[in-house]
Nanobody, 124 residues
Framework: QVQLVESGGGLVQAGGSLRLSCAASGRTFSSYAMGWFRQAPGKERDIVGAITRSGASTYYADSVKGRFTISRDNAKNTVYLQMNSLKPEDTAVYYC?????????????????WGPGTQVTVSS
């Protein structure tokens, strides 16, 4: 089992940047595929990006391609989401998720473990 805690959210102006971090407990972090999701009020929880347990493969939603970068540091049990050129429509609660898998997982039902989320607000 793994426990996840996100940090790095906040209020930023459009065009700005934020870096989210997700710290995981446990000694087997490198066995987990990781994902970042977001949920705006009244909307479903959508994939933002995903990364395999080795970090060799990544996936991005079309809406964030070229602006967001997912990465991980297995020595620090942490996955990151670098968000650049932020837009008001990026405003949401951002969640990290983990699942024991060697695959690249891109849908919410594939993940068993979730953090509590961190709010990102982008002002226009």
């Amino acid at each position: 089992q793994v426990q996840l805690v996100e940090s790095g959210g906040g209020l930023v102006q459009a065009g700005g940047s934020l870096r989210l971090s997700c710290a995981a407990s446990g000694r087997t972090f490198s066995s987990y595929a990781m994902g970042w999701f977001r949920q705006a009020p009244g909307k479903e929880r959508d994939i933002v990006g995903a990364i395999t347990r080795s970090g060799a493969s990544t996936y991005y939603a079309d809406s964030v391609k070229g602006r967001f970068t997912i990465s991980r540091d297995n020595a620090k049990n942490t996955v990151y989401l670098q968000m650049n050129s932020l837009k008001p429509e990026d405003t949401a609660v951002y969640y990290c998720a983990a699942q024991l898998s060697f695959r690249l997982l891109t849908t919410a039902p594939e993940y068993d473990y979730w953090g509590p989320g961190t709010q990102v607000t982008v002002s226009s």
